[in-house]
């Protein structure tokens, strides 16, 4: 195998140095460049920190035999199961709504109670200080599960070994080399666990724009620890120039990042053997997996079914009064109807729920018969060597969220259009500008909305060969000045607009997606533009535009029909490929001249 310089260079560093620092971007080869090191220093004995249990399964069939793999949850769990008296045997997860139920308090506080006891366990402070309702509810939760009334949950045991190892209250081992993969989610508590293990060298990963986990306490991990060194992997094995271009847009445009990932660019031919489905939501998945059933056409999801439909089946028993079976969110049996989970959905900013919510209505009951063959391919799939279902691997259409596809990669990947507009989260986080979002970045406290920039570029960066561009921020990715565009789209939101908002004390992104299109409309009307100026574009619109372009139809005539402007019916046309950026050009010429721009115009040029 040929080694870069870098990785070279990080190999050739551990005797040298106590803790080390490796920025290493989406397909840069960390867990091979992790290997290396366990196999260069086979005398060593090395413990790696995997991030999930796939990534440790994955990652223990290829290190050598000197290499301890462990998640820090497991090692956690083993040792306050092994050292104390915690029962760890039934784990919960608590909602707001259990919380007010178990301490007497109101909603609101509830939902404070939960979030201070979630920071106390994520966070190295030893005790929580504040004494008012909600500091005090939290409180009692952590000393109630340490006497065993209430039941433990993952971040209560994580932050218990670390109170021992800090304590010096529990025994460890000592390791030659301490690696932790994917630094950039490491909350507090895990960097401190692993700041007071044993180590001769510890070595930190990771890459800070695939931080995904915000919202469990991960903080700009990597960039707060300290080092002796740093180094980069920037080379990416895995995609080609095409996909590392829209990398490094997304992330020099929106993430600040000065550095280049480079590619190899061996990835450039045609043949597409594996296939990828990427979305925001679970309900996404059951969407699409409605549509490959309906279409007959074979699919594989990453995660197992169970987890996919759970919540919106769930869901369906609370719209159809069924509470009986509601076992795993029991929180859906304190809600007294449908608006109202929905509002507590919008208003706790629960992606899922509101998903799950949307789905259930749309299929109904169809959605056990969607589960019940989703489990039967994922069944088949895991069986593969043996039924010969890996003999049909180009036909699967292998589906996952953004949060469960880290790690992996397929030839062609389609990311969904469920993500959250880029202009609709620079607004909400109080920009009006993309320049003064870029300038006030660092500052950011609100790091969930940051995270939706990583989970875009986790996405797009699972792909090898081929995008399918369903996403409506490509259109950004792939625009000649992208300042000016998502300038003009938050600017479509006028004074009026954010009145309205602020009088209904919601941000613009935890509105409907028929309320934003409401307001945007009364504007467009008013301002005189096409009616559907800067509306999402759906699956039905997106068919028509391509048919109606390829049956040699006007542009202007198309933008006609579907509401829209002459400059949007080009940029959805460059996105889905139909034509490229050279014809968008001519197109736009052609219009601005005022003659007809079709299809059979470019051929005269």
Known sequence: MNLTTQQNEIIESIPKYKNIKINAFAGTGKTTTL??????????????LAFNSSIKNEASKIFPSNSFIKTTHGLAYSAVSKYTDIDLSSLVNYRAIDISKEFKINYNQAISALKIFENFCNNKHDTIEKDDTEHKSAKKMFDNMLLGIMKPTHSFYLKYYYLLLKNEQIPQFQYDILMLDEAQDTNEVTLGIF???FAKTKIFVGDKHQQIYSFRG??????????????????????????????????????????????????????????????????SLISIIAKRIESRKPFVTVRNPDEIFNLTIEVYYFLNNDYDSIKRNRFLKDFICEDDLSDYAKEVEDFELKAAIKVAKEYKENIFHFKDIATKFYKAWQNRQTNGFENRVEEILF????????????????????????????????FTTL??????????????????????????????????????????????????LIDSRISELDENIESNIKDKKINFRKMDQEEKNKLREEKNIKEGKAKKSGFKWSLEEKIKVKSLYKKDEAINSIANKLDRSTSSILGELLKSEVITKAEQINLSKIIKDGKVAKKSALAFL
Do not use: P
Not at 35 to 48: D, M, P, R, S, T
Not at 399 to 418: F, Q
Not at 465 to 478: P, W
């Open 35 to 48: 290997k290396l090191i366990a196999n260069k220093y086979k005398e060593k004995k090395i413990l790696y």
């Open 195 to 197: 700041e007071k293990l």
């Open 218 to 283: 991960s903080k700009n991990a990597l960039e707060k620890i300290d080092c002796d060194i740093e180094f980069y992997l920037s080379t990416s094995f895995r995609f080609n120039e095409s996909i590392c271009e829209y990398a490094n847009t997304l992330l020099e445009n929106f993430k600040n990042e000065e550095v280049k990932i480079d590619s190899i660019g061996d990835n450039n031919d045609s043949n597409i053997k594996t296939n990828g489905y990427i979305s925001r939501t679970n309900g």
């Open 399 to 430: 589906l996952t969220t953004a949060h469960t596809s880290k790690g992996l990669e397929w030839d062609k990947v389609i990311v969904a259009d469920d993500f959250n507009d880029f202009a609709d989260l620079i607004l909400d986080m109080g």
């Open 435 to 484: 320049k003064d979002f870029k300038k006030e970045q660092k500052k950011n406290s609100k790091l969930e909305l940051l995270d939706e920039f990583n989970l875009f570029y986790v996405a797009i960066t699972r792909a090898r060969k081929v995008l399918v561009k369903d996403s409506e921020n490509f259109h950004y990715l792939m625009s000649k000045n992208i300042e000016k």
